[in-house]
């Protein structure tokens, strides 16, 4: 038998634990707040955020892509509907500047029965505006998994998969024309998450090949070249990341092989180049869409299930992380 000072400090040792974890959950779950859901659940879309509203464009369902857009207004807390894209599209590029918003590559489905679904090399335009969408000029070549990026009249393609994948496709705007840059990618990846800072394009994780990467390259657009960053805590594909502040935040992700998503959300302070963990996301996933709006970063939809798992599992889930 125990001497009852011994099983004393054990229980008081249990009792410190088990607060300490109820605290600590707590703590984790007063960072995040739930949002308005989306109308829809659904991974692999493409997202961009022009002033206030998020616009969640396309992603993946069990018949195929789909077309739908909607916009989140990270003010108000509501969701409104916009014109749909003429085809569906999943796992796409999209960046902004802020008038248009920029569409490009990915799975394609006409959502015709019986019509096969291709590998894009489209440019499709949204009018902030007029609310309507047009076809601009083709890719030089098909991409999927891809991440775009605008900076200084320009819209970055980065990565996926795809015939020439270790090079960047780059839209001119104003020339309405494309081009390929001569700096390739360094470990051309997909699935990887990307965020403008100034002049400079972060490409944080990804899948190389069939693993996940926890590589940050850095490519500075006024000089063509690009530069090593601190490299992830963890390797990562399929997660999502914002800017907010001078930080940027990084969450959720996947395994393929066994199946697993994550919460994990790093957070990288871009003075000191070093990354810390935050509070979890609440829901761990990967193919969402990320945003940071008035101070918040705000992450929406994605699948808790990976791989195959990942259409079955679409959520229209929105978390917003105030880190209060």
Known sequence: MRHP?????SLLAATFILVSTVLTVSAQADAWREGAPMSTARAHAGGVLVGDDLYVIGGSSTSGPRSLTEI?????NIWRAAAAMPVGLEQFGAATDGSKIYVVGGFESTGVPGDPIIESNELRVFDVGSGAWSNGPKMPGVRVGQSAAYVNDKVYVIGGRGPAASRMFVFDIGANTWSTANSAVPSPRSDSAVVVVGKDIYVIGGKDGSSASARVDIYDTASGAWRSGPVLPAAR???VA??????IHVSGGQMISPPKTYSDHFVLDLKT???RREAALPTPRHGSIAAASHGKFIVVGGAPGAGVYTVFTSSDVVDIYTGQ
Do not use: P, Q, S
Not at 5 to 9: A, G, I, N, S, V
Not at 242 to 247: Q, T
């Open 273 to 275: 180049n070093n990354w």
């Open 72 to 76: 989140y207004d990270t003010v108000g």
């Open 5 to 9: 000072r011994l099983l004393t400090r």
């Open 237 to 239: 594909d399929g997660h």
């Open 242 to 247: 914002a800017l907010n502040g001078g930080e």
